[in-house]
């Protein structure tokens, strides 16, 4: 490589975890096809998929939620733990709220169905490795609004929940930012303020409404109507 010619950025590290032999090759087909993305590893159950994390250390996994042994849910929970930076893409066929709730509060990045598309699975991917934007399916999103909040979760009697939660008027526009898959570059570009303070809009978003993570945040601020959810838009 010639002087002063810069370095390329490196690729991001994929597993995909799937029981199905078909579904495994057309993933890690999907994905590496693209430069900035390289397959590391294939395998057909959590167990697997686990010891090899450790051992090649993967920005993202790809993990079915239907799998032989210990399922998805629980293998994104160990994954998670052992590796808060491996963002954890759950993929089904069929998702339901509870499984979409649980996968979330498991610490997933997201939760997609397998009739995404090879363009927006990809997409989602980088968004995960990104870890600052939200990675969720519409329909997913829609089922969860459609079901209502959690036991945990009260609606404001007075269907002011923004003021309930002491929302300020900026913290709203970043909310829906965010609810919009914006990174905080793109949002503080939108708002004319700087990445430091969309960051601490985040922050004080997250404590209000007692979530951990931007896709918490974003399924929240759906179930709560503080956000309308998008309504056939591709992820993410």
């Known amino acids: 490589m010639p002087r002063g010619t810069p370095s390329p950025a ?5 597993l995909v975890c799937d029981d199905d032999p078909i579904v495994r090759e057309a993933l890690a087909a999907y994905l590496d096809r693209e430069g900035d993305l390289e397959v ?6 959590a167990e697997a998929a686990l010891t090899r994390i450790e051992e090649l250390e993967p920005e993202v996994v790809l993990m079915d939620l239907v799998l032989p042994g210990m399922d998805g849910i629980a293998a994104t929970s160990a994954i998670v733990e052992r590796r808060p930076h491996t963002s954890v893409l759950v993929l089904t066929t069929f998702g339901t709220e509870e499984q979409a709730r649980a ?3 498991g ?6 169905l397998k009739t995404t598309s ?17 990675v969720l399916s519409p329909v997913i999103a829609a089922n969860i609004v459609a079901a209502g909040p959690a036991e945990s979760e009260e609606r404001d009697a007075d269907g002011d929940a923004a003021a309930a939660l002491g929302l300020s008027e900026r913290e709203q526009e970043v909310l829906a930012a965010v609810c ?3 990174s905080n570059a793109e949002i503080a570009q939108e708002l004319g303020v700087t990445e430091s303070t969309v960051k601490s809009h985040v922050t004080a978003l997250n404590a209000k409404l007692g979530c951990r993570s931007r896709i918490q945040l974003t399924v929240r601020a759906f179930a709560l109507g503080l956000v309308a959810p998008p309504s056939g838009t591709p992820i993410p």
């Open 10 to 14: 490196p690729s991001t590290r994929v």
């Open 40 to 45: 590391v590893a294939v395998e057909e159950t």
């Open 103 to 105: 996968a979330l509060g």
């Open 107 to 112: 610490g997933a990045a997201g939760f997609l």
């Open 118 to 134: 090879a363009e927006a699975l990809v997409a989602a991917v980088r968004a995960a490795r990104q870890e600052a934007v939200t």
């Open 180 to 182: 919009r898959a914006s």
